[in-house]
């Protein structure tokens, strides 16, 4: 079965920098796009960045020139790089991974993902 495990998160000061790890097993990561979310206490769990099959890229615009997200195949790992980091960003942060969608309809909808890590928590501080 499909399980995702997120590594990475930790406590880190404004302006810092962290790169979260997302390690996929029971699936071939080539096959299905993939997404980060996040979600802060009281708020509503929000799509970061995905990436499809492809390689191709989708931001939200609070974290576009900030964060990157990639992925090696081979490792079965996606990552988010993430710079240049704000107390805004601080949340807990979610992998995801679907196959059902072609590479055209690649997006941050939460509806578009039926696979889900449990997360790893970023703090930011000022």
């Known amino acids: 079965q499909v399980q995702l495990v997120e590594s990475g998160g930790g406590s880190v000061q404004a302006g810092g920098s962290l790169r979260l790890s997302c390690e996929g097993s029971?699936?071939?990561?080539?096959?299905?796009?993939m997404g980060w979310f996040r979600q802060a206490p009281g708020k509503e769990r929000e799509g970061v960045a995905a990436i499809a099959r492809d390689g191709s890229t989708n931001y939200a615009d609070s974290v576009k020139g900030r964060f990157t997200i990639s992925k090696d195949n081979a490792k079965n790992t996606l990552y988010l790089q993430m710079n240049s980091l704000k107390p805004e960003d601080a949340a807990m942060y979610y992998c995801?991974?679907?196959?059902?969608?072609?590479?055209?309809?690649?997006?941050?909808?939460?509806?578009?993902?039926?696979?889900w890590g449990q997360g790893t928590q970023v703090t930011v501080s000022s």
């Open positions: 029971g699936f071939t990561l080539s096959n299905y796009y």
């Open positions: 995801a991974a679907d196959s059902r969608y072609s590479d055209r309809w690649l997006s941050r909808s939460r509806g578009m993902y039926n696979y």
